[in-house]
């Protein structure tokens, strides 16, 4: 492949808004936390450059969906804060969301060996 500017592999075209929504799931599930905690426990995932207001724009998604819920807690320094809480709903869709991404997850090694295969 040249210099040529990819056409259908753009990144700029592949959103990860869901993706955010399972690993944000997946955080309040082992802890729950508040918008800039869960923010840096995201770099876990491989999120490196995200701002802070689609952390919250996804958590409030995820909260008007009933997957989790917030509440104001006392700061140890500062003002309050909103803490997130994942709910029984949103333990089932992250457990669906796991299975899903599971299967995606043998379907693409099933790609990916086939490519390599023909080096």
């Not at 457990?95 to 080096?119: C, G, N, P, S």
Request: glycine fraction near 6%; charged fraction near 30%.
């Amino acid at each position: 492949m040249g210099s040529e500017r990819p056409v259908f592999c753009d990144q700029k075209h592949h959103t990860m808004d869901r993706f955010l929504g399972v690993c944000l799931l997946l955080l309040v599930k082992r802890k729950p936390d508040y918008g800039y905690a869960l923010m840096d426990n995201l770099r876990e995932f491989g999120f490196s450059d995200l701002n802070i207001g689609a952390v919250y724009r996804t958590l409030r998604k995820l909260e008007s969906y009933n997957l989790v819920t917030s509440t104001w807690k006392a700061a140890v320094q500062g003002p309050k804060r909103r803490e997130y809480q994942i709910t029984r709903q949103g333990e089932e869709e992250l457990f669906l969301w796991i299975d899903m991404l599971r299967d995606r997850k043998q379907k693409l090694t099933t790609v990916i060996d086939a490519y390599e295969k023909l080096k």
